[in-house]
């Protein structure tokens, strides 16, 4: 038998849900074992940091490397603050965090501008595409995961803040 118990990323279920031009991510840990199968249909799941890459540490990395590219040191806490949005957005806010707005000022003498943000952003997927093989491997329990999913006959979907790019890669 499956031990569906515990906190592990495969079954984290993302849903975004748009308000204006902000969104809100919210996570709910799904334990298959007490859901009552009959009324379920599907699962779907986020990618990045569910299916493959456990923590996202890849679009972590590339970001502080992006980061770091132009001077600018940002934590993974403030990478993670923003996890889940698009990463032009993400590079957005980063950017807005006073830390960084701090260090980018010091740095060109003047505030980040939407090129700016553009550059940050081409850099980071450049970084992302070069080294997410290094992220691929698949989370804790996803086989038997997608297994007992399978036996249940539930439909399998996913979704992610991936590039088509990526993806093929993948």
Not at 56 to 63: D, E, K
């Amino acid at each position: 038998s499956l031990n569906l118990s515990g906190s592990c990323a495969v079954y984290v279920i993302c849903n975004q849900i748009e308000t204006g031009s902000s969104r809100i991510r919210r996570k709910y840990l799904l334990d298959l074992a007490d859901i009552n199968m009959m009324h379920l249909k599907a699962i779907i799941f986020d990618w990045a940091g569910t299916v493959v890459d456990f923590g996202s540490l890849c679009p972590v990395g590339a970001l502080q490397n992006a980061f770091a590219g132009k001077g600018i040191a940002v934590t993974h806490k403030d990478i993670n603050r923003f996890m889940g949005i698009h990463k032009r957005e993400h590079v957005r806010a980063i950017l807005s965090l006073p830390s960084s707005t701090e260090q980018w000022q010091k740095a060109y003498g003047r505030n980040s501008v939407p090129g700016d943000v553009d550059e940050l952003h081409t850099l980071a997927e450049q970084i992302m595409f070069q080294t997410m093989e290094n992220f691929a491997a698949p989370t804790p329990h996803l086989h038997e995961t997608v297994k007992f999913i399978r036996k249940e006959n539930l439909k399998i979907g996913s979704s992610t803040g991936y590039t088509s790019c990526l993806m093929e890669k993948l």
